[in-house]
């Protein structure tokens, strides 16, 4: 059975760090890029991140560039993501997602057919 599941929400103060996780199962994680995305309250849900398969390829928000790091770890079946120097605007509800070849083609969803149930990050001081 496929499945994600998301861990390493919580909440924070600004300025502060959190590491997401996304294990998988039920598929070769390697062969899928595998992206992040967030929904603040009242907002749509928008791309923060992206990886390729292999992990050779990134891509960014401009909001989140400098500030968080996607990596994965594929023996692990495990993507993560480092989230540096926190501010409260970061607040939300975060997903990962398998989309449907192993390059990162940005952040429309039609794309990415696998999602997890999301965990919260919370931004407060």
């Known amino acids: 059975q496929l499945q994600f599941v998301e861990s390493g929400g919580g909440l924070v103060q600004p300025g502060g760090s959190l590491r997401l996780s996304c294990a998988a199962s039920?598929?070769?994680?390697?062969?899928?890029?595998i992206g992040w995305f967030r929904q603040a309250p009242g907002k749509e849900r928008e791309g923060v991140s992206c990886?390729?398969?292999?992990?050779?390829?990134?891509n960014y928000a401009d909001s989140v560039k400098g500030r968080f790091t996607i990596s994965r770890d594929n023996a692990k079946n495990t993507v993560y993501l480092q989230m540096n120097s926190l501010r409260p605007g970061d607040a939300a509800v975060y997903y990962c997602?398998?989309?449907?070849?192993?390059?990162?083609?940005?952040?429309?969803?039609?794309?990415?057919?696998?999602w997890g149930q999301g965990t919260q990050v919370t931004v407060s001081s």
């Open positions: 990886i390729s398969g292999s992990g050779g390829r990134t």
């Open positions: 039920g598929f070769t994680l390697g062969y899928y890029a």
């Open positions: 997602a398998r989309d449907r070849d192993s390059f990162c083609s940005g952040y429309v969803e039609s794309r990415y057919n696998y």
